[in-house]
């Protein structure tokens, strides 16, 4: 069977505690604490470069620069340094979209006909809404080479079939934002940069510049680096999705420029207040799942910690921003490499340290069940997961339990099925109603020719998968099928 994700090696983390206070926490020991565990986050993940701000009430609590933007050069980071933060562009974008929307020269109800000509009958009825909340079913250009041209690629996507009903689901898309882009484009007569650098930054020629092109010579750019854990060695990235990928993935920016652009829009001179409502409200995907409709909004994601909202989106598993409206905070996470891609449990471990509403005694953070389960200490990690869980008992941990199933995919690759076994039941007694660890437990004793559990546990997969996400159903009622034969 296919994997279900593309595997997550984690490394292994120091557990980390911290002393509580009921009353709010000092700026200084606060900073102390984030310090530590960036440090800490660096030398367990071979991050060669990371940038970090909190802002809380206005306020900047927690800023500061670590490692090297280019290891070749070795060259520090510091407050010139720019960070690409490739899909996280995308909250640029739509704040772009929306501003077009607040002053009437838009609507997310328009159809995109109205702005794209000799568009297939199949696309007529696709909405603005549609494309920021990736439910337009189109297909997407990244199968294609980047190499052609706008009319080219244009002319490929045209002859291509429909993914899904418009409407009907969430499928993370580019054709989106580069469809976005034109529509951007027809309305103010201006280029998409021009038009996004003038209506939201302030310094239009240093602290925020749009390339998709990681081997463009950019004076103070981060390197982007992939680490080889094989080779022990840092590889230098050489993607390019040309100026079509500006909206989705092409915003290089400093972490000061980005703090600006957090109190424009939290000062509403962005949008007003209405208008952001409006973009931060769930989209009604009509196939009604669950977790899509209450966490991806209108080119924003939702993510939930202990009932607190927090809006934001990650970028190219490097950049990530969230902003916790009812505790006034916002974190702004860049980073240049890494090892394994756990910036939305760094964002949330941050979180939970900063805003009080979240911060509990002893403050149990999702590395230190990380951390367990790679030390092979799985009974502890999964004390841990639950009492993390108790203490934030209105968080979902879904990206917890996603790198956690990462780790046996892993264990799963290597043959380590023992070890994979492990971790898929750990999860599994942590999150007994997420189908995705009991089809993972399935897949171990398949492979471990355990025919009678391989099935029981695909079976319980498919029961939790009420909603058949993904439509992984089909599959494991076809392996069943297989199993059965044998």
């Not at 607040?102 to 009825?125: F, H, S, V």
């Not at 799942?289 to 939930?304: A, D, I, R, S, V």
């Not at 916790?324 to 860049?334: V, W």
């Not at 394994?340 to 509403?357: E, T």
Request: proline share 2%; glycine share 6%; hydrophobic share 35%.
């Amino acid at each position: 069977m296919k994997k279900l994700l593309t595997i997550i090696f984690i490394v292994s983390i120091i557990s980390i505690s911290f002393t509580y206070k009921k009353e709010q926490i000092k700026t200084s020991q606060l900073s102390g604490e984030i310090d530590f565990y960036i440090k800490k986050t660096i030398e367990q993940h071979n991050i060669p470069g990371l940038a970090l701000a909190v802002i809380q009430d206005d306020e900047v609590i927690f800023k500061d620069y670590y490692g090297k933007a280019s290891l070749e050069d070795r060259l520090s980071v510091n407050e010139n340094t720019l960070f690409r933060i490739f899909s996280a562009t995308k909250l640029i974008t739509t704040t772009g979209v929306f501003q077009l929307i607040e002053r009437g020269q838009l609507q997310l109800d328009d159809t995109i006909a109205k702005y794209i000509d000799d568009l297939p009958i199949e696309w007529q009825k696709i909405q603005i809404k549609n494309l920021l909340s990736h439910s337009s079913g189109l297909p997407d250009i990244m199968k294609y080479e980047s190499t052609l041209t706008d009319d080219e690629l244009m002319g490929k996507l045209y002859n291509d079939k429909m993914e899904f009903e418009t409407g009907y689901q969430f499928s993370y898309n580019q054709t989106n934002y580069w469809l976005l882009t034109q529509i951007i484009e027809k309305i103010t007569g201006a280029t998409f940069d021009k038009f996004i650098l003038k209506n939201q930054f302030s310094n239009t020629n240093e602290g925020a510049i749009f390339s998709s092109n990681s081997q463009e010579e950019l004076p103070n750019r981060a390197t982007r680096y992939f680490y080889n854990g094989k080779r022990k060695e840092y590889i230098k990235a050489t993607d390019n999705s040309g100026v079509r990928g500006h909206s989705g993935n092409g915003l290089n920016i400093t972490l000061d420029e980005f703090i600006k652009w957090d109190e424009k829009l939290k000062k509403n001179l962005l949008l007003d207040k209405k208008t952001k409502s409006k973009m931060w409200s769930p989209f009604n995907y009509t196939n009604n799942f669950n977790y899509q409709k209450e966490n991806f909004l209108h080119g924003w994601g939702n993510y939930p910690m202990n009932n607190q909202k927090s809006f934001g989106f990650s970028g190219g598993n490097l950049a990530a921003y969230r902003f916790f409206p009812d505790s006034n905070t916002s974190i702004i996470f860049l980073s240049n490499g890494y090892v394994s891609p756990v910036y939305d449990i760094i964002v949330n471990d941050i979180a939970r340290l900063a805003i009080s509403k979240l911060r509990t005694k002893g403050c149990t953070l999702e590395y230190n069940v990380l951390g367990l389960i790679e030390r092979n200490e799985f009974n502890e990690a999964l004390q841990v997961f639950k009492k993390l869980k108790k203490e934030n008992p209105k968080s979902r941990f879904e990206n917890l339990r996603w790198n956690i199933n990462g780790i046996g995919n892993s264990y799963a690759w290597e043959d380590e099925t023992e070890k994979a076994m492990k971790v898929y039941e750990l999860n599994a007694e942590a999150n007994p109603d997420w189908w995705i660890s009991f089809s993972g437990l399935g897949e171990v004793y398949e492979a471990r020719k355990d025919t009678l559990n391989a099935i029981k546990y695909y079976k319980k997969a498919i029961s939790l998968n009420e909603k058949n996400e993904g439509y992984y159903n089909e599959e494991l009622t076809n392996l069943i099928s297989d199993l059965q034969k044998k």
